[in-house]
């Protein structure tokens, strides 16, 4: 599976987004982009994947550019409730595929 | 929301005795997964599954054992505890979507 670099943490002020980056320069054809985060060592929570088109949920939009080597998480309204560390996965959606956790980005998020 | 269950949540226990961390879904989900984490680092797959009778070494060498008899559980065990498997186990599982979903873990103390 293609690794991700990511900034070790970043902040943004609370109403606001959050733009989160993502280098994955290896990634293969048939691998997605996957985000998931982790609030206060809880389980890691699934936020959004995509392909290569832009994506869009209730809870982020996920930026991929064109030549899939980086892409953005997008928190359009941050709230306090945010602040978590936000892992960028790359790997294929095959049967047996696994995730691997890099050490994420630490997003905090200030009143 | 996920219906992935782990017991017990916290455990101490003294040095040498054997445990066994809880892990089950009631999804129907056929992969399964356990995760190592020590505090403010990342998660390491120690072990998954893709099915009763399917049991798989993860990424990260672990004295852990694990069975999957029943497709909703999925149990680890550690036959001689030592202070240095004190840590956070988190258990997970997926189902034929993309998403995989975690348990709220459960954190060990060896003394």
């Avoid at chain 1, 060592?41 to 030549?67: C, F, R």
Wanted: proline share 5%.
């Amino acid at each position: 599976d293609a690794k991700t670099t990511q900034p070790p943490s970043m902040d943004c002020a609370e109403g606001r987004a959050a733009n989160l980056p993502c280098n994955h320069s290896t990634i293969s054809g048939n691998e997605y982009v996957y985000w998931y985060r982790q609030i206060h060592s809880q389980g890691p929570q699934y936020i959004i994947h995509g392909l290569k088109n832009n994506e869009t949920n209730e809870m982020a939009s996920l930026i991929i550019t064109e030549d899939r080597k980086s892409s953005t998480l997008i928190l359009p309204h941050a709230t306090l409730r945010d602040t978590a560390v936000y892992y960028c996965i790359v790997g294929s959606t095959g049967a047996n595929s696994k995730l691997t956790f890099g050490k994420g980005i630490t997003l905090s998020v200030r009143p | 929301e996920a219906d992935i269950y782990q017991t017990p949540r916290y455990l101490v226990i003294g040095t040498g005795k054997k445990i066994t961390l809880e892990c089950s879904q009631t999804m129907g989900h056929d992969k399964m997964y356990w995760y190592q984490q020590d505090p403010g680092m990342e998660l390491h797959l120690i072990h998954y599954s893709y099915g009763v009778n399917s049991t798989e070494k993860g990424d990260l060498s672990s004295e852990s054992t694990v069975s999957r008899i029943r497709t909703e559980h999925f149990p680890l065990t550690l036959e001689s505890a030592r202070p240095s498997h004190t840590s956070q186990y988190l258990c997970a599982s997926r189902g034929q979507g993309y998403e995989q979903y975690f348990g709220p873990g459960t954190r060990l103390t060896v003394t």
